[in-house]
């Protein structure tokens, strides 16, 4: 995914229904998705609705980025989606030995950790993506390649085992999977 990191708009605020799974939630991003697209970005970087600098999700998912060793996902605050594959990647990640932090993140510390080397990857998640991985981003007219803009290991790991768990290729230690 290339994505577009937008100031001027807003997909949802503390306070609304942004925590929410429901069509109307994300009508607001419609014409943000536009602008973006015709910049030949794919999706928006949604930031909060007070500071307009606090990451909170991409599109329709949530989103992580790994930083050094550590992945970092922004904290639920209200206006986040608290997904099931968000939480899935969360369990995975540290059932790996994985540090994981879910905690406000903005996008200047995310360009900053570019600039120092140190952002790794970054990745989408939801329930239809699964896992979608960032090579792109752009942001106050600067954009940065995300490793070497193509799929990261760690994420091409998490997408391989969430399939193999769900497809009953692999074993299920979290007891997601129901047999009906």
């Known amino acids: 995914m290339k994505i577009w990191v937008t100031t001027e708009y807003l997909r949802a605020v503390r306070g609304g229904v942004g925590e929410a799974k429901t069509a109307g939630n994300y009508a607001a991003s419609l014409y943000a998705t536009e602008l973006a697209n015709k910049d030949g970005y794919t999706q928006v970087m949604w930031l909060d609705g007070v500071e307009r600098k606090y990451i909170e999700e991409v599109g329709s998912m949530n989103i992580f980025f790994m930083i050094g060793d550590e992945i970092v996902t922004p904290a ?99 007891g997601w999977v129901v047999s009906l």
């Open 76 to 174: 639920l605050n209200g206006s986040i989606l608290s997904g099931i594959t968000r939480d899935s990647v969360i369990r995975l990640a540290e059932s790996w030995g994985r540090k994981v932090s879910q905690r406000r993140i903005s996008i200047d510390e995310i360009m900053e950790a570019h600039d120092q080397g140190e952002l790794k990857e970054v990745f989408g998640s939801g329930t239809a993506a699964v896992i979608s991985p960032v090579g792109k981003i752009k942001y106050a007219g600067r954009e940065i390649e995300v490793g070497d803009g193509g799929v990261g290991s760690f994420s091409a790991r998490l997408f391989k085992e969430l399939m193999d768990i769900q497809y009953g290729r692999a074993e299920d230690p979290f």
